[in-house]
């Protein structure tokens, strides 16, 4: 999956909480800010909170000249802030959870630039090993953390589990190991886990 590179920072409010997500985990409420959008010399700032029924989202959008210049309503017409919201959010969260990959253990806290994605081998190996335990807790996470950031849930476990080598995975598929991981119950365990 080709992801945007975005210049994001991340700071949680004084006396911010710890929201879980299941096994993600975002500081809420905080100011997300991307540099150089929508051109080189402005930025764009999102207050960042929950909303009760609907999930994390932006409460505000602020677009700021970084060289004083003037900000225009074209700037602003600019500002696909709901795509731009959601492809920096996700470099902000934490992701906690232990796998078991053809018998050794992962610890999903150890991550690259997006702590959602896993590396390469392990995701390739939960797609080998099929509609597992591991690859449905995984399938469970990536669903309704989009869920809850306003993606579309069943096209975002798709694309979560590219890599280099492999395409997303089919919407076919997807869709089976979500039936799936509902019929075992995981939906649950993770609205069990995000209460802990």
Known sequence: MSEVELDSTYVPDEGFESFPLGSVQIDLPGLLTIANVPVE???VSFR??????????????TVTSTRGEEVTSTDLRNVNAKNLYRAAIVKHVTYQRMFLVDGEEW???????????????????????????ATLSYVVDMYMFADSIGLAPALYVQ????????DPLPRTTATKWIKKARDMGLFEEWFEHGDD
């Open 41 to 43: 010399g402005q930025s």
């Open 48 to 61: 960042v909170d929950w909303i009760d029924g609907v999930g994390v989202r932006p409460t505000a959008i």
């Open 107 to 133: 610890d999903g806290k150890i991550m690259r630039e997006s702590p959602l994605r896993l590396p390469d081998d392990v995701l390739e190996k939960l797609r080998l090993q099929g509609p597992r335990y």
């Open 159 to 166: 694309q979560m589990f590219a890599t280099e080598h492999l």
